[in-house]
């Protein structure tokens, strides 16, 4: 009985004044995270076979908070991550929106930011282009057209990277959709430098915006 609670992994959501809650379902724990209290003392733990260490943690950019979410390669992420997304659309499809968290909280997800007409990001596509900032639990993008700048929002849920802190304001991204609700995430400067060593002739594939 012991050996397999050593081996079982367990998610411990901490947050400033509230009891401590533990979880073996990751999906339950993605549900609880989304509904987290926003605030730079709040911290998800994973623990399996007798090491805890970060699993989701809270950011900050400029003046607001934001829920990041765990590297795919960690325990129950993909399941965590689907919970989340679901508690997500859930509150957005709701009469109010303020299903979770504080009423302050409610408002900063729906707050518009001072920007022109933002789209949602679509299956097939692929963005490239500087990280603006975040709104709610979304990630706004410019991408270049050529012509003129559109404002492009990825579910913060939705993206994936293989490298650690890559979603700042300022950093330089493409992000591809090759499914509906799963963004790649990687920098331009990476894939530029891919492409030069692979020694693919100068017109394979274009070039990026």
Do not use: C
């Not at 994973?46 to 795919?72: I, M, T």
């Not at 913060?156 to 509906?180: E, N, Q, T």
């Amino acid at each position: 009985m012991e050996k397999q609670n050593t081996d079982q992994t367990t998610y411990q959501l901490f947050q400033k004044g509230k009891d401590l809650q533990t979880f073996t379902d990751p999906k339950e724990a993605g549900a609880a995270w989304f509904k987290a209290e926003l605030s730079d003392k709040t911290v998800m733990t994973v623990q399996q076979g007798g090491g805890a260490r970060v699993f989701a943690q809270v950011g900050k950019e400029g003046s607001q908070y934001y829920k990041d979410l765990p590297f795919d390669n960690m325990p129950g992420a993909a399941d965590f991550k689907t919970s989340f997304k679901e508690a997500l659309e859930l509150q957005k499809s709701g009469p109010s929106g303020a299903a979770a968290g504080k009423p302050s909280e409610a408002l900063a997800v729906s707050k518009p930011m001072d920007m022109p007409a933002i789209k949602n990001a679509e299956r097939g596509q692929t963005y490239e282009g500087k990280i603006l900032g975040f709104q709610g639990n979304q990630v706004i993008q410019a991408v270049s057209d050529g012509q003129k700048t559109v404002h492009i929002a990825h579910e913060r849920a939705a993206l994936s990277s293989a490298k650690a802190g890559i979603l700042h304001a300022g950093k330089d991204l493409s992000i591809r959709y090759p499914f509906a609700g799963v963004g790649i995430v990687q920098e331009r400067q990476l894939q530029h430098e891919r492409k030069e060593h692979s020694h693919q002739p100068k017109g394979f594939g274009g070039k990026g915006f």
